[in-house]
Every structure is written in structure tokens, then in C-alpha cells.
């Protein structure tokens, strides 16, 4: 049964920097060619944030472009997301998981929130 496990949440005040780490249970980040970061609002649905593919090729959500930096380390087994000039929209809990996504691999995510 693999299932991802994520860390680093907190409280951040507008502005700051936060960093997520994301590892394998039942399985290695290695295994999967993309990795993804995905969010969910209150009151809102779950939205894609960062992915990085197997050759290291990036891609972000228009809202987190030059703000936001994802990683991944195979050999550590882990995926990063480096989250810099926060804003409080980027209030949100933060999942990793495979891209494209898979129901079964959800995690409880990691809180993020941003504010004064």
C-alpha cells in the first residue's frame, strides 16, 4: 500500500518562507516519473501547485511562478517544495502525490498557513 507523507506545515506570517517535504511509505519516489504538489482551500477543491518529472523538468500553477521551487532527491526519497514571498491565498493543507494524481495515494497533508 503506498501512501505519501508530508511535512514542514506551519504558521508563516505574509511574506515569510516555508518549506514541505514530501517521502514514500510502501514504495520510492523513484518509482514514480512525476511528482506533484497539490492544495486544497477551505471550502474549496484541491488544485495542482508544483510537478517535476523524472528528468528534473518543472511545472507551476500561474499563481506560484517565481515564488515557489520544487525538488525531488530518488536517492533520499524525497520531493521538496521551497514556498518564498507567501501570501495569505497560499493559505491551504498540502499534498503530495504522483502525476497524475491517484485517489488510493493520498496522505493527510501538512497545513500551511499564512498570516499576520
Known amino acids: 500500500q503506498v501512501q505519501f507523507v508530508e511535512s514542514g506545515g506551519g504558521l508563516v506570517q505574509p511574506g515569510g518562507s516555508l518549506g514541505l517535504s514530501c517521502g514514500a511509505s510502501?514504495?520510492?519516489?523513484?518509482?514514480?516519473?512525476?511528482m506533484g504538489w497539490y492544495r486544497q482551500a477551505p471550502g474549496q477543491q484541491r488544485e495542482f501547485v508544483a510537478s517535476?518529472?523524472?528528468?528534473?523538468?518543472?511545472n507551476y500553477a500561474d499563481s506560484v511562478k517565481g515564488r515557489f521551487a520544487i525538488s525531488r532527491d530518488n536517492t533520499k526519497n524525497w520531493v521538496h517544495l521551497q514556498m518564498n514571498s507567501l501570501k495569505p491565498e497560499d493559505t491551504a493543507v498540502y499534498y503530495c502525490?504522483?502525476?497524475?494524481?491517484?485517489?488510493?495515494?493520498w496522505g493527510q497533508g501538512t497545513q500551511v498557513t499564512v498570516s499576520s
Open positions: 510502501g514504495s520510492s519516489i523513484f518509482d514514480f516519473y512525476g
Open positions: 517535476i518529472n523524472g528528468f528534473g523538468r518543472t
Open positions: 502525490n504522483c502525476v497524475p494524481a491517484r485517489d488510493d495515494y
